[in-house]
T-cell receptor, first 117, second 116 residues
Framework: AQTVTQSQPEMSVQEAETVTLSCTYDTSESNYYLFWYKQPPSRQMILVIRQEAYKQQNATENRFSVNFQKAAKSFSLKISDSQLGDTAMYFCAFMTPSNFGNEKLTFGTGTRLTIIP | GAVVSQHPSRVICKSGTSVKIECRSLDFQATTMFWYRQFPKQSLMLMATSNEGSKATYEQGVEKDKFLINHASLTLSTLTVTSAHPEDSSFYIC????????????FGSGTRLTVV
């Protein structure tokens, strides 16, 4: 079974600073997808960034980037120039595709990030 | 982008009654829908996976007779909590995946169920 570990339950950082959230996972699969989701106080889950395991290049979406280390099974999220709106719970998630239409996400326990004005 | 509408956002029901939560994909066909439960300050726990036109697949420990899932069309899935009890009070979230994995998973806005 796949597991996802987020070792930082809470983090806080000053506005405009850079912060890195860590995530490790365990799997025997070679083909998989990794995601970071954001859950603000509204509790709406929002996709932040996605990485395909077969791609060596790290994914980037504006201020959000990942450091994907496949051999180490590590998938950290870096938020640059942090903004107050980045305050949220962040979940790392893992998925292995299959041909049976029931690919499911396995979530980590989350990191609560607070951006301090 | 893909939108999933979930209703109601909040519901309070009496113990012993049943509650239905709807999840609709508004601008895409959701071949697979997932139902999660989230306790306060905790992660999402997958309850079941449903594919349109077939029976739902429940995760271990989830009572299929209590949490009835129906996915009768490509745009609608429902979760019915039957004979609800206070311990069923929680935040329930649906998620849909369209036919193209590229788009990932789109989540509904969640339903807070309180059983009194």
């Amino acid at each position: 079974a796949q597991t996802v570990t987020q070792s930082q339950p809470e983090m806080s950082v000053q506005e405009a600073e850079t912060v890195t959230l860590s995530c490790t996972y365990d799997t025997s699969e070679s083909n998989y997808y990794l995601f970071w989701y954001k859950q603000p106080p509204s509790r709406q889950m929002i996709l932040v960034i996605r990485q395909e395991a077969y791609k060596q290049q790290n994914a980037t979406e504006n201020r959000f980037s990942v450091n994907f280390q496949k051999a180490a099974k590590s998938f950290s999220l870096k938020i640059s120039d942090s903004q107050l709106g980045d305050t949220a719970m962040y979940f790392c998630a893992f998925m292995t595709p299959s041909n049976f239409g029931n690919e499911k996400l396995t979530f980590g326990t989350g990191t609560r990030l607070t951006i301090i004005p | 982008g893909a939108v999933v509408s979930q209703h109601p956002s909040r519901v309070i029901c009496k113990s012993g009654t049943s509650v239905k939560i709807e999840c609709r994909s508004l601008d895409f066909q959701a071949t697979t829908m997932f139902w999660y439960r989230q306790f306060p300050k905790q992660s999402l726990m997958l309850m079941a996976t449903s594919n349109e036109g077939s029976k739902a697949t429940y995760e271990q420990g989830v009572e299929k007779d209590k949490f009835l899932i129906n996915h009768a069309s490509l745009t609608l899935s429902t979760l019915t909590v039957t004979s609800a009890h206070p311990e069923d009070s929680s935040f329930y979230i649906c998620s849909a995946r369209g036919g193209v994995l590229y788009y990932g998973y789109t989540f509904g806005s969640g339903t807070r169920l309180t059983v009194v």
